[in-house]
């Protein structure tokens, strides 16, 4: 359809993006509409993906869509972003944990301090993705900081209970 261009196809591409279900086919057929009329669908495209980023979704797909929201530094999602950030399993919602941290940036630090501190999550491993995404900020940002005197301090912890050798304990440190 891109390939016989013209109206008929902006017609019918537009037409699949508000119909479409599919994280993957919001990308694509996004990107088709942006070549054949660079900004008319932008908003469009936003809007679907907004829309099927609140269904239940895959991982991929939810991955994908959280991704094209931060490229075009749309945040109307953050505060959903927030609110599935600890699945009913106790872990993290990567997709969504990314989208807060790349579209805020600095300002996700509170969002991500509070996380670190949530006691819903069950994997030791989510706590040291939160403090990954908050060491770019170590230094700059109070919520930063915090997190990194966490993980030193449980770290620290975590080493002293150990009986095995001291390499083991100082890998212990930067794993809470």
């Given at each position: 359809?891109?390939?016989?261009?013209?109206?008929?196809?902006?017609?019918?591409?537009?037409?699949?993006?508000?119909?479409?279900?599919?994280?993957?086919?919001?990308?694509?057929?996004?990107?088709?509409?942006?070549?054949?009329?660079?900004?008319?669908?932008?908003?469009?495209?936003?809007?679907?993906?907004?829309?099927l980023i609140e269904k239940p979704l895959d991982d991929?797909?939810?991955?994908?869509?959280?991704?094209?929201?931060?490229?075009?530094?749309?945040?109307?999602?953050?505060?959903?972003?927030?609110?599935?950030?600890?699945?009913?399993?106790?872990?993290?919602?990567?997709?969504?944990?990314?989208?807060?941290?790349?579209?805020?940036?600095?300002?996700?630090?509170?969002?991500?301090?509070?996380?670190?501190?949530?006691?819903?999550?069950?994997?030791?491993?989510?706590?040291?993705?939160?403090?990954?995404?908050?060491?770019?900020?170590?230094?700059?940002?109070?919520?930063?900081?915090?997190?990194?005197?966490?993980?030193?301090?449980?770290?620290?912890?975590?080493?002293?209970?150990?009986?095995?050798?001291?390499?083991?304990?100082?890998?212990?440190?930067?794993?809470?």
């Open positions: 359809v891109r390939e016989i261009g013209g109206p008929e196809a902006e017609d019918i591409l537009a037409l699949e993006l508000a119909e479409t279900g599919r994280g993957v086919e919001v990308v694509i057929l996004g990107e088709l509409l942006e070549q054949l009329s660079p900004g008319k669908y932008k908003e469009a495209m936003l809007q679907a993906a907004r829309e991929d797909s939810r991955r994908i869509l959280f991704a094209l929201l931060h490229k075009h530094k749309d945040q109307r999602l953050v505060e959903f972003a927030k609110k599935i950030l600890v699945n009913s399993e106790g872990r993290i919602e990567g997709a969504a944990l990314r989208y807060i941290n790349e579209t805020l940036g600095e300002r996700a630090m509170p969002i991500l301090y509070q996380l670190y501190k949530n006691p819903d999550i069950t994997n030791p491993g989510d706590k040291l993705i939160i403090s990954d995404a908050a060491m770019t900020y170590v230094g700059k940002n109070a919520d930063a900081d915090n997190i990194f005197r966490e993980v030193f301090d449980d770290g620290l912890k975590n080493a002293e209970k150990t009986d095995v050798n001291p390499r083991e304990a100082y890998g212990k440190l930067f794993i809470a």
